[in-house]
């Protein structure tokens, strides 16, 4: 496939915290795997080979995490130097872009390598400036999100957080996953920064469609995004729930984990490097790895001494 991809993990997580405190939110797991080793494999079943990160100026790592997990890759990390907005991260590729086409991708999101191919594959076939994943939300998701005009497999304006029932485009919402002409960056260079002082994609996307360029839409049904303390228990949940050949009890158990006989752990995701302590009851909770667990737990988010419960 003649297209290239690139991450984009440069965000500080701060809706995570404390989750995110010693953890990059790309880092953060899914089944005990960083949602970024989730992303990454499912580009490459895909059949992209050329993969690039977009990491911040002090991030040490996911680089890290990436050259002993994925030490013959070839995987080129770009540096942003300033948090100035989604649309200069972008426009930061164009120093190594190698490819025509190109696939954007948030740190925090996943979707499924079928999903991938689908939308490469219709970018470079209606030969599109711009194409966008799109999700259906309902007006209260969209508040906190964007609304697009969408119409036979074309978007003809974006919104962000629509205020009012009024001002919602669509029943869809543009997900972080797009597809990019490298035209892209002669607009990017050319917009102005938003109210709140970054440079927004949604800027981008309309003066592509002002221009005249066309702009597409694949919708896909089921899109993993984690903002929240809440998103990161529920999907891991939701995965723990579809994985297929599970003990009785049901668990993901990390290495070097140690766990009192005395102690009961059903449909939960145990970290690494965890000690569960006597008489305890672990139901329905993720636990971070580095975690010293000497409670119950039900329905919650663990990373000692921090916690959430659902």
């Known amino acids: 496939m003649s297209i290239s991809a690139f991450i984009l993990a440069a965000g500080k997580g701060t809706r995570l915290l404390p989750f995110s ?32 990160i977009i990491i911040s100026k002090q991030e040490n790592q996911i680089p890290t995490y990436i050259q002993r997990n994925f030490p013959d890759f070839g995987i080129n990390f770009i540096v942003q130097e300033k948090p100035l907005g989604t649309a200069h991260a972008v426009l930061q590729i164009e120093k190594q872009l190698s490819t025509e086409d190109f696939l954007v991708i948030a740190g925090d999101s996943l979707f499924s390598s079928k ?27 969209m508040r906190y999100s964007s609304t697009v005009e969408y119409q036979n497999g074309r978007v003809w304006q974006i919104r962000e957080k629509p205020e009012t029932p009024e001002q919602v485009l669509s029943k869809y919402n543009s997900s972080a996953f797009y597809a990019f002409k490298s035209g892209i960056f002669d607009i990017l260079k ?51 729930s579809r994985t297929k050949k599970l003990a009785k009890n049901r668990n993901i158990i990390g290495s070097n984990v140690e766990i009192d006989a005395s102690s009961t752990i059903k449909n939960s995701i145990i970290g690494d490097n965890t000690e569960v302590k006597q008489n305890l009851n672990i139901n329905h909770t993720v636990v971070l790895s580095n975690s010293t667990i000497d409670r119950n737990y039900r329905n919650s988010l663990v990373k000692t001494p921090h916690f959430q419960e659902f």
């Open 115 to 141: 999903f991938i191919k689908k939308l490469a594959k219709i970018h470079q076939k209606d030969i599109n400036a711009i194409t966008l994943s799109l999700e259906y939300m309902n007006f209260e998701q």
């Open 21 to 52: 405190e010693s953890i990059p939110k790309p880092l953060l797991p899914i089944l005990n795997k960083p949602l970024l080793e989730h992303s990454l494999l499912r580009l490459i079943n895909a059949g992209i080979d050329i993969i690039g």
């Open 190 to 240: 050319g917009i102005e920064k938003s109210k709140r002082d970054e440079y927004e994609m949604a800027t981008a996307i309309n003066q592509t469609i002002t221009q005249g360029h066309r702009v597409g839409g694949v919708i896909t049904k089921r899109v993993c995004h984690i903002s929240t303390p809440f998103d990161l228990w529920w999907h891991n949940m939701q995965f723990l």
